[in-house]
């Protein structure tokens, strides 16, 4: 049976561009990056918890359906909007939500949204 939880599998025309978004921009390592030759990378805080496994659809094709939403947490997401407004990012500021914590929403260069969380959801 189902032992644990991998990650979310994402496909992209440009394997290193995404994942140099998420580890540049957003500051999110790269504890796997594929067979030399970026034909898969893992992105995540720690090689054994799950994590974002990107792939190369030229060549395994493009396997994701329907509307990813990737949700990553900030201790502070005033000071982490700065520093994505300071390297490029073009995206709303964070907003208060009914619950009680701030989020801020954008989406990666392949189109994925992409929620920034400071304050549980529960």
């Excluded at 799950?50 to 792939?55: A, F, V």
């Excluded at 982490?80 to 701030?102: H, N, R, S």
Aim: charged fraction near 20%.
């Amino acid at each position: 049976m189902i032992s644990s939880f991998e990650g979310i599998n994402l496909y992209t025309k440009d394997t290193a561009a995404l994942a140099k978004f998420y580890a540049d921009l957003l500051g999110v390592p790269v504890p796997f990056e594929g067979f030399g030759n970026y034909d898969g990378a893992k992105i995540g805080f720690d090689k054994g918890q799950p994590g974002l496994i990107i792939w190369d659809e030229n060549k395994w094709g493009k396997h994701t359906t329907g509307v990813v939403n990737l949700v990553f947490s900030c201790s502070s997401l005033d000071e982490t909007y700065e520093q994505l407004k300071a390297g490029g990012l073009d995206c709303q500021p964070p907003a208060t939500m009914e619950y009680g914590g701030k989020e801020m929403n954008f989406r990666d260069p392949d189109g994925n949204g992409i929620t920034l969380l400071e304050g549980a959801y529960c």
